[in-house]
């Protein structure tokens, strides 16, 4: 048996490399990067008992990390399950997933709940899997004892939520959970619209646009005037906007120690598609907060190329097909949520191309930042030594077009469908174990992720 892997090619990137250089990786038998070298090595330079790799001239990235997944397992396995999920993650890339605390049931939101949803993942994962939990209105009691279980932090919603297993919180609820989380690691994220009360107009139900109007920025921009204020009675306790989406809100966070903010590739490459005649009817674009305007998506551009946004999800929400009303085409009564698990990667460096956003930049906002805020950061994000050992071989140059046969979540629907995007995953490597190849896809490879 080999003690060591070698991964070798004339473009890996590095931690704190503006691009792709030549470098080899050194792996160990549990799967620990042990030493990198400049340079593309040369299978000569090797003695017999080591696997050596040579990804040629295919680019060497780190896994991925998406801190933002929906996987509903226990409960709503007819939405989405942790084979399908994580399997849909490591066809692009994404070798850890952190699973948020509600649509499964029992919601993440109690010890028990995180013990039947890890019991439920044993065995099932393709990629790693954390854990978030979740706060809800008097469960302050057993925010403590699952951090020591180890989830990697907490979620709440200041709005509802769309499940009734998972109800909103108020401003009291909060100061609560803050003083649990006090002298813990644990980081609070927010769903942060704060709902207005204001009678909703009367539109067309099948047009973006009546959506839109339901759920303005200022339900965002009210929300995160909330989070500061609670920022600043508890600033040790991180905090973090999930799925920013208004643009508006930025100067709320500028400067701000401890409070971070994540976009989402939809908000960022969608609003195009959103805006056309050819979302009439199509509630694949339903998600909350919504998908703005152009000129919206241009900001949260400049925010992130100027650190203002720490990093980009994929906030994958599915659900059957029938509570996407596609029959009837409404937007008001469809479920709110976008399904992009192993898209993300592709979607966004085709955008990054035609905006001047490099490599290194991209690999920040998806794999770097998200392991920072979820506490992962020790293991994943990035290739260094000590580091797990999650790579993925890229062919950057492929160009491609979405459509079913990309989607390998188990409800195949897409607001993607269509859009040429631009990057292959060709291998993708778990702790220096195969678990992906293009070519035979998951032939004869088994579920070998862990639970974080």
Known sequence: MTTTTVFTSKRVLLPNEADAIPATIEVSRDGKITRIVR??????????????????????????VDSHVHLNEPGRTEWEGFTTGTRAAITGGVTTVVDMPLNSIPPTTTVEGLRAKREAAKGQCFSDVAFWGGVVPGNQGELRQMVKEGVRGFKCFLCESGVEEFPCVNEDDLKKCLEELKETPAVLLFHAELDNHQPLKEGDSTQYSTFLASR????????????????????TVPKHIVHLSASRALPLLDGVRNLTAETCFHYLTLAPRAFSDASTGQPHFKCCPPIRDTANADALWDALRAGRIACVVSDHSPCVAELKRLADGDFMKAWGGISSLGLGFSVMWAECQRRGVGLAELVKWMSVRPAQIARLDDRKGSLAVGMDADLAFWDLDAQWTVDKSALHFKNRLSPYEGLSVRGIAERVYLRGRLVWDQETQFAGLPAQGILL
């Not at 340079?39 to 991925?64: K, N």
């Not at 965002?220 to 500061?228: G, H, K, Q, T």
């Open 216 to 235: 303005p920025d200022s339900l965002e921009f009210d929300a995160i005037e909330l989070v500061r204020s609670l920022h600043e009675a508890f600033p």
């Open 39 to 64: 340079g593309h090595a040369s299978r000569d330079a090797y003695g017999g008992d080591v696997e050596f790799i040579d990804a040629g001239t295919r680019t060497i990235l780190p896994g991925l």
